[in-house]
Antibody
């Protein structure tokens, strides 16, 4: 079964840190661009970060640059999001998602077509 | 990056068609063919409905279609059904390896 399962969310104080994990199964994780997308309670979706299949390229939305780090372990079929200096406005459900990508000559480029999603993990930043 | 602009709400009766717009700029919707649409039911993860402006993943009914003109992308749902009631979000490539979503549209089936 194709599946993404997030974990690691919880309540953390402002300025604190948290590491989210996402376990993938049922598809070739090591061939996929992966993203984190978040959704604040009652709000819309926001793309947070993505990472190339081999981890050599990583990109972030401006609001988390310098505070969040995306990484992956293809041997473990796992995606991670290390979050530091957390703020109240980071409180959201965090989803990991697979980008179906498009072949451009010999490489795969992300297309923003997130075709596999996890159920999300809630992060609450509050004192 | 500013969020793409979607109407907060849309509605239609069963069997009718409804179109949801997603307006951006030349730096996102207008500049690339990487626009996707997502359906989200309450408490659930989003589901990909349209990608690369007009393409439909397998399993998505052909009642759902996408298009783009200038800086505005559109999602049309034909033959509305009760299960189509959900929030819909557009997403576009915004250059510089960034992606931006719209604010979302709540579709109500009357």
């Amino acid at each position: 079964e194709v599946q993404l399962v997030e974990s690691g969310g919880g309540l953390v104080q402002p300025g604190g840190s948290l590491r989210l994990s996402c376990a993938a199964s049922g598809f070739t994780f090591s061939s996929s661009w992966m993203s984190w997308v978040r959704q604040a309670p009652g709000k819309g979706l926001e793309w947070v970060a993505n990472i190339k299949e081999d981890g050599s390229e990583k990109y972030y939305v401006d609001s988390v640059k310098g505070r969040f780090t995306i990484s992956r372990d293809n041997a473990k079929n796992s995606l991670y999001l290390q979050m530091t200096s957390l703020r109240a406005e980071d409180s959201s459900v965090y989803y990991c998602a697979r980008d179906r990508g498009v072949a451009v000559v010999v490489v795969v480029a992300p297309t923003g077509a997130f075709d596999i999603w996890g159920r999300g993990t809630m992060v609450t930043v509050s004192s | 990056q500013s969020a793409l602009t979607q109407p907060p709400s849309a509605s239609g009766s069963p069997g009718q068609s409804v179109t949801i717009s997603c307006t951006g700029t030349r730096s996102d919707v207008g500049g690339y063919s990487y626009v996707s649409w997502y359906q989200q039911h309450p408490g659930k993860a989003p589901k990909l409905m349209i990608y690369e402006v007009t393409k439909r993943p397998s399993g998505v009914p052909d009642r759902f279609s996408g298009s783009k003109s200038g800086y505005t992308a559109s999602l049309t749902v034909s033959g509305l059904q009760a299960e189509d009631e959900a929030h819909y979000y557009c997403c576009s490539y915004a250059g510089n390896n960034n992606w931006v979503f719209g604010g979302g549209t709540k579709l109500t089936v009357l």
